[in-house]
């Protein structure tokens, strides 16, 4: 491990015990999951924030869904989608084990079915980790749901640093897609965001209209 990864692993809280044990889980099944970083951040912003009304777009094992709901304040809520049947049971084990199943709402359809439609308005927070190539449609489906200086948060912007490097006529279409989507999120005219090199790189931003 790099100095300063383990440096801040060793310097911060240990993870919870059900947290590490999802998260494990996770990495034998080869899940893509958010890193434990961007887990703390989604965390951090929670409690900050008193979210207490969370759109979640990309459950899988409910890894990133479960680092937020320990942050939620009692009468705190989230929603998350993911058409995957198979891996959302197992989110659903460690919601209940962890004691947090009650307070969130798990719907098993593909986000842009369920977003034209979504009753919730007012949302605190939207994560969105999902389809890389849908995520410009989930941004324009999602914003409107967010409260004002609410924050939209999205994992993967960086993908592994390919992102990053100079296009290339072969590079594959997720790595397209993301830069696009960079270009669309970092300069909306709805939102104040910014890119941090957190995780797998991590947007955040406020809805400032
Ligand atoms: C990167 S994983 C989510 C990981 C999760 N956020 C975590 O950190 O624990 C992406 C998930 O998006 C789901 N997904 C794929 N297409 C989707 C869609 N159209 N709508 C919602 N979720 C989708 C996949 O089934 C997959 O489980």
């Known amino acids: 491990m790099h100095d300063i990864e383990s ?5 911060q809280r240990p993870v ?9 889980q996770g990495h034998r099944d080869e899940i ?3 890193s434990r970083s961007t887990g703390r951040l989604l965390s951090v912003l929670v409690a900050c924030m008193q979210a207490n009304r969370i759109l979640e777009i990309g459950t899988a094992y409910g890894y990133s869904t479960l680092w937020m709901a320990l ?6 809520k989230i929603w998350t989608i993911d058409p995957d049947n198979d891996r959302t049971a197992v989110a659903t084990q460690y919601f209940e084990r962890a004691g947090v199943r009650d307070q969130i709402d798990l719907m098993n359809q593909p986000a842009l079915e369920i977003l034209p439609l979504f009753p919730q308005r ?10 890389k190539a849908e995520y410009e449609e989930i941004l324009e ?18 993908w592994g640093g390919r992102v990053a490097q100079k296009p290339h006529k072969d590079d594959d279409e997720t790595v397209k897609a993301i830069r696009k989507f960079n ?9 104040d965001a910014t890119l941090l090199p957190l995780g797998d790189g991590t947007g955040i931003g406020s809805r400032i209209r």
Do not use: M, R
């Not at 919870?16 to 494990?24: G, M, N, S, Y």
């Not at 942050?71 to 705190?76: E, S």
């Not at 007012?122 to 389809?131: R, T």
């Open 71 to 76: 942050a939620l304040p009692p009468a705190g």
């Open 141 to 158: 489906l999602s914003l409107p749901l967010l409260k004002l200086s609410g924050l939209v948060v999205v994992d993967n912007l960086l």
């Open 183 to 191: 270009k669309t999120f970092l300069n909306h005219p709805s939102l």
């Open 16 to 24: 919870d015990p059900i947290l590490l044990e999802l998260e494990q």
């Open 122 to 131: 007012n949302l605190d927070i939207i994560f969105i980790d999902a389809d």
């Open 32 to 34: 893509p999951i958010v």
């Open 7 to 11: 440096y801040l692993e060793s310097a």
